[in-house]
């Protein structure tokens, strides 16, 4: 079955750090591109940044730019998003997802939370 | 503000037809860049739903139907089901200096009344 695990959320101060881990099993991770989007609670969906098949290009939100850092690890099948200097805006759930890049972003996770409040 | 406008809510009875509308601009789906749409039912992830402008994923019932012309794309959903009650998304892609962002349009609520 294929499946993209997330985990690493919680609750968080502002200015403080968190690691995202998503564990992808059932395909080929190495194939892939692969993306974090996250939820504000009651909000839409923002694209936060995502990862070519190697690691080699990485692309981020302005609004992340700077503080987080997507990474990957394919001999684990493991995505991983550093997130630094979190503010109350990026209090959201957090799903890690599959992008084929061409046919649209087609598994998701069940995403993780992250609450930034002291 | 999204950069792909959507209406936040439409709504239908059971068996009417409905549209969403996403309008976005040159830099996205006018410079060309294809448009998937997303289903989220209430308390889950996001689904595919409609992929590179008119196509359904395997298991995606025919009721779901994409189309793009221009600036805009719109999804229709004939047959309205009470299943069907979920937040829809579009999303393309948007020319930037770095290459190209993933955008979302704001999420419409489909009611069905």
């Known amino acids: 079955e294929v499946q993209l695990v997330e985990s690493g959320g919680g609750l968080v101060q502002p200015g403080g750090s968190l690691r995202l881990s998503c564990a992808a099993s059932?395909?080929?991770?190495?194939?892939?591109?692969m993306t974090w989007v996250r939820q504000a609670p009651g909000k839409g969906l923002e694209w936060v940044a995502n990862i070519k098949q190697d690691g080699s290009e990485k692309y981020y939100v302005d609004s992340v730019k700077g503080r987080f850092s997507i990474s990957r690890d394919n001999a684990k099948n493991s995505l991983y998003l550093q997130m630094n200097s979190l503010r109350a805006e990026d209090t959201a759930a957090y799903y890690c997802?599959?992008?084929?890049?061409?046919?649209?972003?087609?598994?998701w996770g069940q995403g993780t939370m992250v609450t930034v409040s002291s | 503000q999204s950069v792909l406008t959507q209406p936040p809510s439409v709504s239908g009875a059971p068996g009417q037809r409905v549209t969403i509308s996403c309008t976005g601009s040159s830099s996205n789906i006018g410079a060309g860049y294809d448009v998937h749409w997303y289903q989220q039912l209430p308390g889950t992830a996001p689904k595919l739903l409609i992929y590179?402008?008119?196509n359904r994923p395997s298991g995606v019932p025919d009721r779901f139907s994409g189309s793009k012309s221009g600036t805009s794309a719109s999804l229709a959903i004939t047959g309205l089901q009470a299943e069907d009650e979920a937040d829809y998304y579009c999303?393309?892609?948007?020319?930037?200096?770095?290459?190209?962002?993933?955008?979302f349009g704001g999420g419409t609520k489909l009611t069905v009344l």
């Open positions: 999303q393309s892609y948007d020319s930037s200096l770095s290459g190209w962002d993933v955008i």
């Open positions: 590179v402008n008119s």
């Open positions: 059932g395909f080929t991770f190495s194939s892939y591109w």
């Open positions: 997802a599959r992008d084929t890049m061409i046919r649209g972003v087609d598994i």
